[in-house]
């Protein structure tokens, strides 16, 4: 496996590679992917079957995680079918319900604002003539 992705994301590859190379070093050939961030556990692991029974039978040995991997959804394995159903759910869209329409709330006149208005009625009126004529 050839770790890969980020911090607090990780990524794995599985590949074909010699036992005296690193970790993440030069592969011989890429054989599928492990994504353990996948919320669904069977769609988890991709494995190119065919090439996995192909190293497997020039004598290749898997690591312990890749083993188990392969138990579960290598050829012949007790999850594939599982696996296939879980790819299919995440491919579907997602159905996402439309957003509830914003409720208007009735305005409250201000304070300052009702106390304004008595104000500028009484200076639109016209003051009464003193004088009488």
Not at 35 to 63: I, K
Not at 99 to 128: G, H, I, R, S, T
Request: proline share 13%; with cysteine; glycine share 6%.
């Amino acid at each position: 496996m050839k770790k890969m992705g980020r911090l607090h994301r990780p990524f794995f590859r599985i590949c074909a590679m010699d036992a005296k190379r690193p970790r993440d070093g030069r592969v011989l050939e890429e054989l599928g992917t492990y994504d353990p961030m996948v919320p669904d556990t069977d769609a988890r692991a991709v494995l190119n079957q065919e090439r996995v029974a192909y190293w497997l039978g020039v004598g290749a040995q898997p690591s312990a995680k890749v083993q188990v991997l392969i138990k579960k959804y290598g050829p012949n394995g007790t999850h594939v079918q599982q696996a296939e159903q879980a790819r299919a759910r995440l491919a579907l869209p997602k159905v996402v319900p439309p957003a509830p329409k914003p409720v208007e709330l009735p305005k409250k006149p201000q304070p300052e604002e009702a106390a304004a208005e008595p104000a500028a009625e009484a200076a639109a009126e016209p003051a009464p003539a003193e004088g009488g004529e």
